[in-house]
């Protein structure tokens, strides 16, 4: 049967062969300038045992075309075509800086074909890589995204990065230090310091750093002695806090002050754009002159996790003390009971006078 022009054609190699079947697809014509014939320019799609399993290579490539030179893509030829389509999904600069950290600690792969590289070579370039276990990780991950556009797109009959093992990184146990009596003391006493009233509603509250950070003006109840907020979790977003009495006088101080700044938020970076809420960075760097003038030795979230256990010390209700600070509560009965009323919330919050 005469093939359509253009289609290909298939063909037996001479000798004895494993796979002697040719299917090989026209990609043009080239003209002997001398002679002033042509002839096919073609290129093989395979090799079979069998004229059938050629004929049928032949027809599944015309029905569906694929790039025949991904037998010689390298590590870094997939690189650059995977990268270019999955940077654009990516919402920040930040992620792509990650992966390309990542990708600069595969030197040794980056001129192997795609098809020859193995699992061994993948766990070697990790093993040698003079980083840490975080980066390490993100390699692994690198090649879990490649291999699969790689397996989508045929440059692979095997994803190899699901065989290669994890990097398994070593959970830094935080230590979290509560402040003393005589350190909340000393903080009382320098009230006027930049900052440390944030520091102390962060004490009486619980709140993240973060959460008060971008804590809003319009979720501050100063008549109902209560504010709403939170992040992380779905236990703690929109979560209601009472405002403890002792810093109350506090709160209602950054409240005007924010009102005559026409700005939205409770706290505000007063070195930049109006109107705008304190970073995390920022947060920190004014943590850090405090930790310094005082010579005091905390985390920022060491105010969070003093405000937990001054509640443990005066017995607060376990269940309200979770739903002020975030936690889930997992008792299937108590999780039923949702709604705590602002006086039970108060009450055990008044349980600390100091």
């Known amino acids: 049967m005469k093939l359509p022009n253009g289609f290909g054609s298939v063909y037996k190699l001479s000798g004895k062969r494993r796979n002697p079947w040719v299917a090989a697809k026209t990609f043009g014509w080239e003209l002997n300038e001398k002679t002033g014939k042509t002839k096919q320019v073609q290129k093989p799609i395979g090799y079979y045992s069998t004229r059938q399993e050629a004929m049928a290579a032949l027809v599944n490539y015309n029905e569906n075309p694929y790039d025949l030179n991904v037998e010689r893509m390298t590590f870094s030829d997939v690189y650059e075509k995977w990268s270019d389509v999955h940077f654009q999904t990516l919402a920040n600069d930040s992620s792509k800086r990650t992966i390309i950290s990542a990708y600069s600690h595969c030197k040794q792969l980056y001129n192997m074909p795609m098809r020859d590289i193995r699992v061994n070579h993948l766990e070697q370039t990790i093993k040698n890589a003079t980083v840490g276990d975080a980066t390490k990780s993100r390699m692994k991950s690198l090649f879990n995204l490649m291999y699969k556009y790689a397996m989508k797109h045929e440059i692979v009959d095997k994803d190899y990065a699901q065989l290669c093992d994890s990097v398994k990184i070593q959970k ?183």
């Open 172 to 354: 830094s146990k935080i230590v979290r230090t509560p402040f003393s009596d005589d350190e909340i003391k000393l903080l009382w006493d320098n009230i006027d310091f930049p900052f440390v009233d944030m520091v102390l509603i962060g004490i009486y509250s619980g709140w993240r750093p973060q959460e008060l950070s971008v804590l809003k003006i319009e979720n501050v109840d100063l008549d109902n002695m209560i504010y709403t907020g939170g992040l992380k979790t779905d236990a703690g977003k929109n979560r209601i806090v009472p405002i403890h009495p002792l810093v109350f006088d506090l709160v209602k101080k950054n409240y005007d002050k924010a009102i005559s700044m026409n700005s939205n938020y409770l706290f505000n970076d007063e070195n930049g754009q109006q109107g705008t809420f304190l970073t995390y960075d920022k947060y920190r760097g004014r943590w850090k002159k405090i930790m310094n003038r005082f010579n005091m030795d905390h985390k920022p979230h060491d105010t969070r996790h003093t405000f937990i256990t001054k509640a443990k010390a005066v017995n607060m209700n376990e269940y309200i003390l979770k739903t002020i600070v975030g936690h889930a509560i997992n008792d299937i009965t108590e999780e039923t009971y949702t709604h705590r009323t602002l006086d039970e919330l108060k009450k055990e919050m008044c349980k600390i006078t100091s």
